[in-house]
């Protein structure tokens, strides 16, 4: 089992690259490659809210909508408001942009509604196009435990990919003889720790649109495995008797990792098979063992992936990266920010922003019953607290007062784009003055989606922590700042502030919940550290001419709402600190909290700006600004009864972004890795040989 195959052919290295996890259109520059999407055959997530089932999918792959007849698929398109050509909301058909147009000058309806052409379609019928049948879901049956395809079974084989950093990591992989590409998921490379060279493609997908992206190659090894996968009911296939299978056998839902392309097909698959007729399974030596193939149970329907083959472009790459949950792949992040550059307004008083909606045509569901059951919770909690009820009451009023929220009459709000939050309080009694700091949860899941869900992250516009802090240090004068409620000083464009809705009654129940809605970026939202950056970002930009330097700083020198000077001379800090000011005013910024560790520096500033106490917060680390020194300020104790919890609790309270500790830590992650190594459980007192080697370890941090 140990031959192996390098996925490189001549000079070239094997490319990586990814793909988007639906697709739809990306707007790119340069000139992109190709290559063919019979690749799709991996599955994956859509999230296109589906407006006939709300699950996240188009309705032209809705189960749902593809059972139903075609005269039951016209009722529910004009039920929902569908353009007949498209499948979309928003438009007719005769104004539709992807409208198929026949020689007659006539609007062609979408295949799915056509009387002639979207019938019950069964297996065996072709299309006159290019044509990949794609098996997008495995079906078992739990009591025979018999596999079911909706169009045979795919050669899938276990096998351990080999990085060139020693990293190793056992993956599906997918035999395609018809592919033009190798595929492997973006998760893997990462796992990996792959890197390489970026370049552009196209993918002609659904709809036969044309998607532009920029991908990155890297090279992998794979050799087999040695575990052997259950043996398949000899009753049913006596003809794989005692064969080694390396494919997971009788096959549940798969995960497929890597797809492996044509050319590299025959490297891997071997001359000899092993079949009885076409109506039995039959099984492929390949260099890892046997694989599964060939036709199963039939099914009534199959998914279809149309595949336009483009011969005039060639690609250089072989294995493509594809994007999986909430990760965007680089167009689409780029499309973000540039859709944020294209929006973004100054009111004269602060920036207001769009929200950044996955998809224009997502229908939110109401969740007011799900915010209203929360709330109820809430004030079953606060009952027996009254202080901390009345500080609860406090903030809400603090908001009204400061005109980040405002109230509401109305229930429904925009359709398909009210949300309400769900909310609680975390109470800091180390805090002398904002004791109660509410959460907003925009996680919260309703009918399997949350608020966030409907958003894009952005990009990440946050510089390394471990970068700034370098250059905190590298002159001998430090300047410190903090933007007070850096989220809430931004506002949301009108149409989306129904999205941030939520209930309050001041704790008293019975009485109807009040609505209110924030009138500024929550900062709750998934996108709220993207936007606060990009405006900030945005704002730098546009005073660049002016301010110079510290416009420079607040794009490097920014770490959520702290910003850091290094300078040299005095003077020159003081000047920066008053523009830095200025700047971020102009923008409806507030800066505050400064602190030096040069007490002239500090005798000019503001007194109600500054920061008083000598031990701060910077980055992270404690800055004792008297003597100039970061430090540790954790407290760490140890008992008689420490248990596994405690270990991994106490070490991981230990935060290190310059990496003085990293021999000090990594024997409390050694110490970690042996808990579980011995199954300990999360409650199970230490062995007496791994308390000694806590203890000393606590002991000496004490010293550190």
Known sequence: MEEKVTFTKETKSTGVEKCPTTLHENRSKGRPGKYTTAALQIRTQERIRCLLCQKFHDISTCTQFLASDVDERWRIAKRLGLCHSCLKKGHRKIECRVSRRTATGETNVHDLLNRKDAGDKKIDEKTEENVTKVCLKIIVDKKNRSSSYSNGSLQIARAVICAGNGIKRTVNCILDSTAQRSFVKREVVESLGLNGPKEHITISGFNQRNEHHKLMRVELRLKGVDNVSPKPPMKEHKHLKGLKLVDQFPREEVEIHLLIRFDHYYDIVLNEIKRVDTSKLTAVKTIFGWVICGRNVPQNRTHLLHCKVDEECKCECDIIKKSTGELRNEFEVNDVLELFKNEVKFDGE????????????????????????????????????????????????????????????????????????????????????????????????????????????????????????????????????????????????????????????????????????????????????????????????????????????????????????????????????????????????????????????????????????????????????????????????TNENSIRKEVLSTASRIYDPLGYLTPFIIRAKTLIQELWLRGLHWEDPLPDDLKTTWTRWITEWKEI
């Open 350 to 637: 602060r920036y207001v922003v769009k929200l950044p909606w996955k998809s224009l045509e997502l229908q939110i569901s109401n969740n007011y019953e799900q915010a209203e059951r929360r709330l109820q919770q809430l004030e079953e909690r606060q009952s027996n607290n009254n202080e901390r009820a009345k500080e609860y009451d406090e903030v809400i009023k603090n908001y009204m007062d400061r005109g980040w929220i405002e109230e509401t009459d109305e229930k429904d709000g925009i359709p398909g784009k009210t949300w309400y939050l769900p909310h609680h309080a975390v109470y800091r009694d180390d805090k002398m003055i904002t004791r109660c700091r509410i959460v907003f949860d925009a996680s919260a899941k309703y009918r399997g989606t949350s608020l966030n869900d409907f958003f894009e992250a952005g990009p990440p516009l946050q510089n390394q922590i471990l970068d700034i802090s370098i250059r905190f240090r590298r002159f001998k004068i430090g300047v410190q700042a903090d933007i007070s409620k850096m989220f809430l000083q931004i506002r949301p464009d009108p149409e989306d502030k129904d999205a941030s809705r939520f209930l309050w009654r001041n704790m008293k129940e019975g009485k109807k919940p009040r609505i209110f809605r924030f009138s500024r970026v929550t900062f709750g939202l998934n996108c709220a550290p993207f936007l606060a950056m990009a405006v900030l970002h945005h704002h730098a930009d546009l005073n660049q001419a002016e301010y110079g330097k510290v416009a420079e700083n607040v794009k490097r020198n920014m770490y959520v709402d702290d910003i850091v000077l290094s300078c040299e001379e005095e003077e020159d800090a003081i000047r920066r600190i008053e523009e830095l000011r200025k700047l971020l005013e102009i923008g409806g910024f507030d800066l505050t909290k400064q602190t030096s560790n040069i007490p002239t520096i500090m005798n000019e500033l503001p007194s109600e700006k500054i920061e008083e106490h000598k031990q701060v917060t910077t980055l992270g680390m404690s800055w004792n600004c008297k003597n100039d020194k970061l430090s540790y300020n954790i407290s760490m104790e």
